[in-house]
């Protein structure tokens, strides 16, 4: 039976692929921050950002694991300023 080369790679790569997410899933961390302070928002964002890098450590030469990485720190990163505009909104 002829062999179709990169299968076998491709394969470990998407084995990766599930590994990091499943790491991935569920709670991540929790941070906790004062929205009237821009400094306090954004080391929430760095936490987040090392408790994300910490539980997908040893899958970050995957191209696509890296490309979820970045979209989900975006994510908390936006998620993290706009609950700080809504706390800011509400103390007005």
Known sequence: ?????GLDEMKAQ???IQSAVSKLDGQIGQVSFDPSNSE?????????????????????KNEIVRGVISEMKQKYADAIR????EAKDTDD
């Open 40 to 60: 306090s928002v954004e080391n929430a964002i760095s936490e987040v950002h090392q408790m994300i890098d910490s539980k997908v450590e040893g899958f970050t």
């Open 14 to 16: 998407l084995d990766e």
């Open 82 to 85: 706009q609950k700080a505009i």
């Open 1 to 5: 039976m002829p062999k179709i080369s």
